[in-house]
């Protein structure tokens, strides 16, 4: 049994509710944990003190909780003076909830724009990297190298300046 069911367990092993299979290993596990020890200790000495209480119950306290769970509360009650500040803050919150619908808009956006730059920046350098290596093919004296895998599938073109 792991430690989390042995942990849940452990208010009725206390209280011995659980069939002796459950509390075989309830106990089994209880006698190897430092965490499960004194808790049920603590659980066990509140069970104790539960079942030691000999008062009595005061008459008629079970009819009266009873009446008051079925009696309907006092009236409701609106206070003006309540009300208007409850609702003297409202603007400010529908312009700090548009504020914030405006933020969550504008950083998508700005996201969406920050890749597309991206994207056009990498363009450019392929743009200029194509420029500069065929300018270098151009130049006098300059040699064009193939270089090729040897399973043929990898090819790179190289080109040497003198």
Request: proline share 7%; hydrophobic share 45%.
């Amino acid at each position: 049994m792991n430690h989390e069911d042995a942990a849940r367990l452990l208010g009725a092993y206390a209280l011995d509710a659980l069939d002796p299979d459950e509390a075989g290993a309830v106990a089994e596990h209880v006698e190897s944990c430092p965490r499960c020890r004194p808790e049920l200790a603590s659980l066990r000495e509140t069970a104790s003190a539960l079942g030691e209480h000999s008062g009595s119950v005061p008459p008629g306290l079970w009819d009266k909780i009873a009446g008051q769970l079925s009696e309907p509360g006092p009236p409701l009650r609106l206070e003006p003076a309540r009300l208007r500040r409850a609702w003297s803050g409202w603007p400010l919150q529908v312009v700090a909830v548009a504020a914030a619908v405006a933020v969550a808009f504008l950083g998508v956006d700005v996201a969406h724009l920050d890749s597309r730059v991206g994207h056009l920046q990498a363009a450019i350098s392929r743009t200029g990297l194509a420029q500069a290596a065929g300018a270098a093919t151009l130049a006098p004296g300059s040699r064009r190298l193939e270089l090729t895998s040897h399973t043929g599938t990898a090819r790179a073109v190289v080109v040497v300046l003198p």
